[in-house]
């Protein structure tokens, strides 16, 4: 199986702030890789797909990058929604597999 | 709007059964393969099977084969995971997801809402 692995484990950051979330892969997984957003009580959303590409709607603050086994997530200037946990995910092969997850607070 | 709706969650007892449904709509529901996520109390998410759009293809995981059965009948759009042998480990919010249209590389971008099952004596 494939591990992800995701740091830090909770960032805590101050609204206007630029935020970055590393995930890495325990082997190559291309760019089949996935970010999503959960709010607590709510299910996660799908932001990323394809490791940078963004879904509809998402706002443009949000970006992915990486290839092979390393991975970023980064929004360029926090906002008040966007405290939340987040969650990278392989696609490469099953079974699909998740990182732990990094919770954003507020400062 | 493409959207899934589960239900069936409940307490149960360690060893017993339970099926879990999953209603789709707004998509190409035989199209589209299906899987199932959960979340135990305050973790993270953990992937627990698919099965593609025509039902001939399934993935498990391993925590959960031998155990757990995923289906679906398309005439109804809906999935189910028939759940036995539950362990207290098994306690966990579960949603039904939708693969992205162009397969499950490019991720997961439609979720329930969630059924919770509790596994405990």
């Known amino acids: 199986d494939i591990q992800m692995t995701q740091s830090p484990s909770s960032v805590s950051a101050s609204v206007g702030d630029r935020v970055t979330i590393a995930c890495r892969a325990s082997?190559?997984?291309?760019?089949?890789l996935a970010w999503y957003q959960q709010k607590p009580g709510t299910a996660p959303k799908l932001l990323i797909n394809a490791a940078s590409s963004l879904q509809s709607g998402v706002p443009s603050r949000f970006s992915g990058s990486g290839s092979g086994t390393y991975f970023t997530l980064t929004i360029s200037s926090l906002q008040p929604e966007d405290f939340a946990t987040y969650y990278c995910q392989q696609g490469h092969s099953f079974p699909l597999t998740f990182g732990g997850g990094t919770k954003v607070e507020i400062k | 709007e493409a959207q899934v709706l589960e239900s069936g969650g409940g307490l149960v007892q360690p060893g017993g059964s339970l099926r879990l449904s999953c209603v789709g709509s707004g998509f190409s529901f035989s199209k589209i393969s299906m899987n199932w996520v959960r979340q135990a109390p305050g973790k993270g998410l953990e992937w627990i099977s698919v099965?593609?759009?025509?039902?001939?293809?399934?993935e498990d995981a391993d925590s959960v084969r031998g155990r757990f059965t995923i289906s679906r009948d398309n005439s109804k759009n809906t999935v189910y995971l028939q759940m036995n042998s539950l362990r207290v480990e098994d306690t966990a919010k579960y949603f039904c997801?939708?693969?992205?249209?162009?397969?499950?590389?490019?991720?997961?971008?439609?979720w329930g809402q969630g059924t919770t099952v509790t596994v405990s004596s």
């Open positions: 099965i593609s759009g025509h039902g001939r293809s399934i």
């Open positions: 997801v939708k693969e992205e249209n162009k397969g499950h590389r490019y991720g997961l971008d439609v």
């Open positions: 082997q190559d997984i291309t760019t089949w």
